[in-house]
């Protein structure tokens, strides 16, 4: 009889769990960090200013998503943060931000990176 493989656990409490510790979901894990490594402007979204400046567009958006009218919690640059900070504006100006929803930024994103 050959020894079987110990089970691992996962940060889930998980035994052997097939969907934090699959080979696909490392890879686009560690695909996603490479992206934020390779960001210049990952710095800008790790600071104070940028916590303040998310929390100012929320709030002045009651909270509302802009696209589909559920609860938002992201601010979402309208134009692109790289195209926006390349053309010379300040990468916080609050009239290029407004607040979504995590499902329609999400969605947002997925289709400016297809492009």
Same mark, same amino acid.
């Given at each position: 009889?050959?020894?079987?493989a ?34 210049? *402007?990952? &710095? $800008?979204?790790n ?5 303040? +400046?998310?929390? /100012?567009?929320?709030y ?36 290029? *931000?407004? &607040? $979504? ?7 947002? +994103?997925?289709? /400016?990176?297809?492009?």
């Amino acid at each position: 009889m050959s020894p079987q493989a110990a089970p691992k656990v996962c940060h889930c409490g998980r035994l052997n769990c097939l969907i934090h510790n699959s080979k696909q979901v490392t890879e686009d894990r560690d695909r996603w960090r490479k992206r934020k490594e390779n960001d210049p *402007l990952n &710095a $800008l979204y790790n600071c104070a200013r940028w916590k303040a +400046t998310r929390r /100012r567009t929320l709030y002045d958006a009651n909270f509302i998503c802009a696209d589909c009218g559920g609860l938002a919690n992201e601010a979402d640059h309208r134009i692109d943060a790289h195209e926006w900070v390349a053309s010379g504006h300040d990468f916080y100006d609050q009239s290029n *931000l407004r &607040a $979504l929803c995590k499902e329609c930024h999400s969605s947002k +994103t997925a289709k /400016r990176r297809a492009k």
